[in-house]
């Protein structure tokens, strides 16, 4: 089965997350989360994580042009597997608190040789 | 992988990481005490589900709060508040195995989070509030439904907590045992306080009135448990709140009305916790103390133990009602007596208790004045009489459920005439 390479993208123009969630509705969230995992369990390749600081290294001389900044943009990955696109956008879309005002989730095949 | 928490675990793990931080590096940083708890419990909402939940999750949450505690003050040292920090990481030194203390401790940082929560300088409505918002874990939103007020309210009366333990001197070197000694009373009333808040609330739903009851059952058993706070009114308190807890269920029927406690199903009250109730009232017999506590629980107990609403030993009742008015005195409790003596000897003898009372204001303006009176009128035959405190009392219902109940209730006072 294909896989896939979710990232999870800010939204320039969404909000940052003004409210904090509180104990209670972490305790929501965390099983919301779980329940996902559980559904999707065969597609889920690999949960990956946070990403943090990030630099590019350039081929010298660095090329000209304006280079973004990797943190701003790409907050987190993960890798699913699914039979389509689509199905893997859908599993991406169904996991809580990753498509949401001031988020969205990047899906990009991996592809495989042969 | 196992992934199960206990049902109220992000809660009830904030309270606990909020009272030993604070403990540790002092209550004048209590805010970013409670920012650092919340970062580090959100990186576990975020963590633990894509990995493992840790063996010791206390210790892996006070660890990830500490440091986001101390990043928080270099960047502030940065700004100019060196001292600060040097202060505050200093007692760190010597940690080298957080899981031992936080097994050991845990129980005694809460308990003294809680006494520091009921400082005397604190208004008592910011004490119930601070205790919400640092041993349960509520935020302000949350503590806004359970008080049933605004969250500018809430946020008001936290401020204020806040600047009395930044009040110089220091609140924390405050909690020594002779404090706590003198301090229990208040500990109590706040504790009395959130229960009922929970217990007698006209307005919230169910299930949140639930969870302050337990909320308050579960800060007294760590009263019961610790050797300065075991105190015969401490049990009373928590075996009033057993007793009354067991019967919370059967106060509400399907749709969510009120039940009268003569129509309750007995057997929907809660065996397990009358059982304890019964336990902690026994044990709070020892020692020559009578409080408040122990006349409200003996009452509620007598409710609990009654086979039906017509064999409770009502003489019982009377009784403990009595106890009660003598040590806190109040027109309220002579009204139950009232109650409970018309069930012994008939109306017109609860009406005699209560004949030559100038209520205050608050009780006569009040739907249970009215309601009490129309009903022991009705049963002892002066309909006119009657007629009028039942209007009073439906006018003043604080609540559609109530003015329902009170509906009910008084139409048929007539059929049980005596």
């Keep these: ?114 | 992988m196992t992934t199960s928490l206990g049902e109220h675990f992000f809660r009830h793990e904030f309270g606990r990481l909020v009272a030993t931080l604070s403990r540790r590096v002092g209550l004048r940083h209590l805010e970013a005490v409670e920012d650092a708890v919340q970062e580090a419990l959100l990186a576990a909402v975020d963590s633990w589900p894509k990995t493992v939940v840790p063996d010791n999750p206390s210790a892996w949450l006070y660890r990830v709060a500490h440091n986001r505690f101390v990043g928080e003050l270099r960047r502030q040292a940065r700004r100019g508040a060196l001292d600060e920090l040097h202060a505050a990481a200093e007692p760190e030194a010597d940690e080298s195995a957080p899981e031992l203390r936080l097994a050991g401790d845990v129980r005694d940082d809460l308990l003294r989070m809680l006494f520091v929560c009921c400082d005397e300088a604190i208004p008592i409505e910011s004490q119930l509030a601070l205790a919400l918002k640092t041993l349960c874990g509520f935020d302000v939103r949350e503590i806004a439904a359970r008080l049933f007020t605004t969250e500018a309210n809430v946020y008001k009366r936290l401020g204020r907590a806040r600047s009395c333990l930044r009040e110089p001197p220091l609140r924390e070197a405050d909690v020594t045992t002779d404090r706590l000694t003198t301090r229990l009373p208040v500990v109590q009333g706040v504790l009395y306080l959130l229960f009922t808040e929970g217990y007698l609330s006209v307005h919230a739903e169910t299930a949140i009135r639930r969870e302050l009851c337990d909320e308050a059952r579960r800060l007294t058993t760590l009263l019961a448990e610790h050797p300065v706070s075991a105190t015969p009114e401490t049990f009373a308190l928590l075996a009033l709140m057993h007793l009354h807890t067991a019967r919370m269920a059967a106060r509400q029927d399907v749709a969510g009305g009120l039940v009268l406690l003569e129509d309750q199903d007995r057997s929907r009250w809660d065996q397990t916790l009358i059982h304890e109730g019964l336990h902690w009232l026994a044990r709070s017999a020892a020692g020559a103390t009578f409080s408040r506590f122990h006349a409200e629980a003996g009452i509620a107990a007598e409710h609990c133990v009654a086979p039906s609403f017509a064999e409770t030993r009502w003489d019982r009742v009377i009784e403990c009602y009595a106890l009660l008015e003598r040590v806190a005195p109040s027109p309220l409790h002579l009204l139950n007596r009232a109650v409970a003596t018309a069930e012994l000897h008939g109306p017109a003898q609860g009406l005699a208790l209560l004949e030559g009372i100038d209520p205050p204001t608050w009780l006569s303006g009040s739907y249970m004045w009215s309601a009490v009176l129309a009903d022991l009128h009705r049963r002892a035959g002066n309909d006119a009489v009657a007629e009028s405190y039942r209007r009073t009392a439906l006018e003043t219902a604080p609540s559609a459920s109530i003015r329902e109940v009170l509906t009910r209730r008084l139409a048929r006072a007539g059929a049980r005439s005596r």
Excluded: H
């Design chain 1, 1 to 114: 089965m294909p896989k896939f390479l979710c990232l999870q993208r800010s939204l320039p123009s969404g909000r940052d997350d003004a409210e904090k969630p509180s104990p209670a509705q972490m305790q929501a969230m965390y099983a919301k989360f779980n329940e996902w995992r559980e559904t999707f369990q065969a597609n889920l390749v690999d949960l990956g994580g946070r990403l943090g600081k990030g630099k590019v290294a350039l081929p010298e001389p660095a090329p000209d042009g304006p280079l973004v900044e990797i943190k701003e943009l790409v907050g987190g990955y993960m890798i699913v597997s699914a039979t389509t696109l689509d199905e893997a956008i859908a599993v991406a879309r169904a996991c809580p608190g990753l498509v949401r005002p001031g988020s969205a989730v990047e899906v990009i095949e991996i592809q495989s040789p042969g």
